[in-house]
């Protein structure tokens, strides 16, 4: 994959989240994922903030996790991650706004 179809798929990923108002969690391990996958298209500094999301969050469910929780840890993992999501909002925003920038 080319540094700018890489660019751009992180950027599609990016903007998509935001429009449908993504978990800062969820969005942040999905940017995180990409940006180790399709090959590094931006400086880790602009990662880094996703990076930080993950790393404070880890023990959480994922999307693609959720389904294998018992229903009453769940519940409760989601309640936690509402929390997070809250806790990040601010500045998961303004991480997204400079990578997008950078990826401009």
């Keep these: 994959m080319s540094k700018e179809h890489a660019k751009l798929?992180?950027?599609?990923?990016?903007?998509?989240?935001l429009k449908e108002c993504a978990s800062p969690v969820d969005l942040s391990l999905a940017i995180f994922n990409r940006w180790q996958t399709e090959g590094h298209p931006v400086e880790r500094k602009y990662i880094l903030p996703f990076?930080?999301?993950?790393?404070?969050?880890?023990?959480?469910?994922?999307?693609?996790?959720?389904k294998l929780w018992q229903p009453e840890?769940?519940?409760?993992?989601?309640?936690?991650?509402?929390?997070?999501?809250?806790?990040?909002?601010?500045?998961?925003?303004?991480?997204?706004?400079?990578?997008?920038?950078?990826?401009n």
């Design 73 to 103: 840890a769940l519940k409760h993992k989601l309640e936690e991650k509402k929390e997070y999501d809250a806790f990040y909002l601010s500045d998961f925003q303004k991480a997204c706004e400079a990578l997008i920038q950078k990826l």
């Design 9 to 17: 798929s992180l950027k599609s990923l990016v903007l998509e989240g």
């Design 51 to 66: 990076i930080a999301i993950n790393s404070d969050t880890d023990h959480l469910p994922s999307i693609d996790t959720e």
